[in-house]
């Protein structure tokens, strides 16, 4: 399969353009919003291999405002882009197009698709305003009471402004009658308001969005019947294809701007964020998200940060690991890599990529990521920043086993459930916590100090819930070692009180992005 990259439009979207030479028909593929959007982010590049497969061309995008797109604050930014890249499938000689919607983004394809299109919504919410009514239930059970900050409102994985929120809710269904389906759970309906349109169940829905990226399952075959419904809507005949242009390089903004790169020999799929008149010892920092998800992050946060530290400066590089995003080849029973050597492996053709000297190098990491930066002994890099670490393991794992493993804890057997509360009633937490260290192969100690003592400066950003497995794992002790100000190969460990592991709440995001910031500028005071 081959996938074009780049950026289409202005505001710009970051679009990936799958386009055969002689194409029976295009499909523009929305994202959902928010979290759902990054987790379903591997299940809709799947989608577009199997409708190249079938001769159907394909975009996929991020909306201006969102993810690798430029800013934008324009409310009507996801429906216009949805037509945006509609327009580009024309442009490239497509004739006929479809709008495929998951979730959240059935509202905007059913919205930017006109009668005579295609339309597929799969799993879709009975209108914006339900969907918007939804997510702040979520959001107040998962974030909390200070979700709103300068009007601000922050859902599950996405902020939103007033505007957006109001256009959101606005979205509804109209009767159809065009060409559509709509793809639904077992023993749920359609959205009344589309009209009697052909509905099927399908299976899946609930294992990909559901649950957190972790234990996230690719619906291979709920895939399989969008391709083939799009697969019998589209005309026989082919028109030759031409590839429209795309902008290699984004312009953020007057000094700001980034660029699609490859890297290392499973060719990376990485974003690099650099500023004008960058400093040739400018430090060079490298970004890995948390759990299976891709370069954005949580709410876009390694968006702004990237972007924030190239304006300190800095040379920024915001990657996806193996079996994340746009890397390596995606298939519907694949195995996630967390905590295995290939991440490790992966990380370290990253920094040989970029040949950036050990003292000029910073790794940042969240969750999964943390660890992954922590492990980068190796490398030597100057400066180590791990957000929400929860696994300070020293023995890697086989791919697929971490995630089966968690499947396991948050859908245990009723034999797991009786020894699980066998194991809390009758060990003493002493006891426990001692397991707990062994499990993770001695703790904190044994986590830091092979950087440390290779004099890199390690920051440790952690909410409650962290702070407290940092401590019980014996952090405050490591601290105590390692903590002096001024040392060479110092650990700092920040405590959010208000914060949240997955950084869905907005005084977390804010910590980390002004705590990395001010950390790389501390390290490389001359590089500004």
């Known amino acids: 399969m081959s996938t074009h990259h780049g950026w289409s439009g ?4 970051r679009v990936a353009l799958q386009l055969p030479a002689a194409a029976r028909a295009g499909v523009v593929i929305c994202p959902p919003l928010g979290q759902e959007g990054v987790i379903a982010y591997r299940t809709l590049r799947l989608l577009a291999d199997g ?8 975009v996929r995008y991020d909306p201006s405002g969102r993810g690798d797109a430029a800013p934008d604050d324009a409310p009507d930014a996801q429906v216009r882009s949805a037509r945006h890249a509609a327009a580009l499938l024309r442009s490239a000689g497509v004739e006929a197009v479809a709008f495929v919607g998951l979730a959240s983004a059935a509202l905007v394809a059913a919205a930017a698709a006109d009668d005579t299109d295609g339309l597929v919504v799969w799993d879709a919410p009975a209108s914006g305003r339900a969907w918007v009514r939804g997510q702040r239930a979520l959001a107040a059970i998962t974030i909390g009471s200070d979700r709103v900050v300068d009007g601000v409102e922050s859902l599950v994985g996405i902020d939103l402004e007033p505007a957006e929120v109001t256009a959101l809710a606005a979205l ?25 349109v052909p509905t099927a169940e399908v299976t899946g829905s609930a294992e990909l969005l559901d649950g957190t990226s972790i234990v996230a399952r690719i619906p291979a075959a709920a895939v399989d019947t969008v391709v083939g419904w799009i697969d019998a809507w ?11 242009e795309l902008a290699e390089v984004l312009d953020v903004d007057t000094r700001v701007s980034e660029r699609v790169v490859q890297l290392g020999p499973e060719e990376l799929f990485a974003v690099e964020t650099v500023a004008s008149g960058q400093s040739e010892g400018a430090p060079v920092v490298v970004l890995h998200s948390g759990g299976a998800e891709h370069r954005v992050g949580a709410a876009d ?6 972007r924030g530290l190239a304006r300190d400066g800095a040379r920024v590089i915001r990657v996806d690991r193996r079996g994340t995003g746009e890397s390596t080849a995606v298939r519907g029973d694949e195995r996630s890599f967390f905590y295995t050597q290939e991440w490790l492996d992966d990380q370290a053709a990253v920094v040989a990529s970029l040949a950036v000297p050990a003292e000029r190098l910073v790794l940042v990491g969240m969750c999964a990521g943390a660890w992954l930066a922590g492990r980068a002994v190796d490398e030597s890099p100057r400066l180590v920043v791990e957000i929400s670490p929860n696994d300070y393991r020293r023995t890697t794992t086989v791919a697929g086993t971490f995630a089966d493993a968690a499947r396991a804890v948050d859908q ?11 194991w809390n009633t009758l060990v ?12 993770r192969m001695g703790g904190v100690a044994g986590h830091v100090r092979p950087l440390v003592e290779h004099g890199t400066d390690i920051l440790v950003i952690a909410a409650p819930e962290d702070a407290e497995l940092f401590d019980r794992l014996g952090g405050q002790r490591a601290e105590r070692r390692w903590g002096a100000p001024g040392r060479t190969g110092r650990l700092e460990v920040v405590r959010v009180p208000g914060g949240d592991h997955a950084l869905f709440s907005p005084a977390m995001r804010e910590v980390v992005l002004a705590e990395v910031r001010s950390h790389v500028a501390a390290a490389f005071p001359v590089h500004a």
């Open 301 to 306: 946060y390694q968006v702004a940060l990237a």
């Open 428 to 439: 003493p937490k002493p006891v426990r916590d001692r397991v707990a260290r062994r499990d």
């Open 172 to 196: 509804a269904f109209v009767p159809r009658s065009g060409p559509t389906v709509a793809l639904v759970r077992p023993g749920a309906v359609a959205p009344k308001a589309l009209g009697p």
């Open 412 to 422: 245990p057997s009723d034999l797991r459930l009786r020894i699980r509360r066998w």
């Open 51 to 58: 409708l190249e497969a079938r001769g159907v061309a394909s």
């Open 10 to 13: 202005h505001p710009a979207l």
């Open 234 to 244: 589209a005309p026989t005949d082919t028109s030759a294809t031409t590839l429209p």
